[in-house]
């Protein structure tokens, strides 16, 4: 009797334990998504840069999505992949571009990644609590704005 006790003792504060961890992990809130939506897009607008937003959260699932006018509808799935990439690997898609511009083409045999700039994490307190995805201009314009999003947390 007593074993089972102390058994169901510490298979609750077992529970309770991860409980708390996992409500610890900071999360984005609807005013940060929606903070990082508009600075991204203002920035798109600014050079008249037509494009797909899409914004993640640490587990890749998407939590906004915006597409501009005149977008083709490839850019959505891109912006989604650029973002979720971003945030399952712990680093801009920029990174993978590089990499495999300079030969390493083994980074495409890994899972989701996209070697396209314009996916970039959101780190809060060194850990990524979500990401950015942008497709519809160049990578590198993508990327620009996918960074003005992710400044308007700063």
Do not use: C
């Not at 640490?58 to 945030?87: F, N, P, T």
């Amino acid at each position: 009797m007593l074993k089972n006790s102390l058994l169901l003792f510490m298979l609750g504060f077992m529970t309770m334990a991860v409980a708390m961890a996992q409500n610890s992990q900071r999360t984005l809130g609807s005013e940060e998504v929606k903070a990082i939506a508009q600075a991204a897009e203002e920035r798109a607008k600014k050079d008249n840069w037509n494009v797909v937003i899409a914004i993640v959260d640490a587990g890749g699932h998407l939590l906004y999505l915006q597409r501009m006018d005149g977008v083709q509808i490839a850019s959505i799935e891109v912006a989604q992949k650029k973002a979720k990439a971003a945030a399952f690997y712990k680093r801009p898609t920029k990174a993978f571009e590089e990499g495999l511009k300079s030969g390493n083409q083994g980074l495409m045999l890994l899972p989701g990644v996209i070697a396209s700039e314009g996916g970039v994490p959101i780190i809060h307190d060194g850990q990524v609590i979500g990401a950015v995805g942008v497709s519809g201009v160049t990578s590198a314009q993508d990327g620009i704005i996918a960074n003005a999003g992710i400044d308007a947390l700063k």
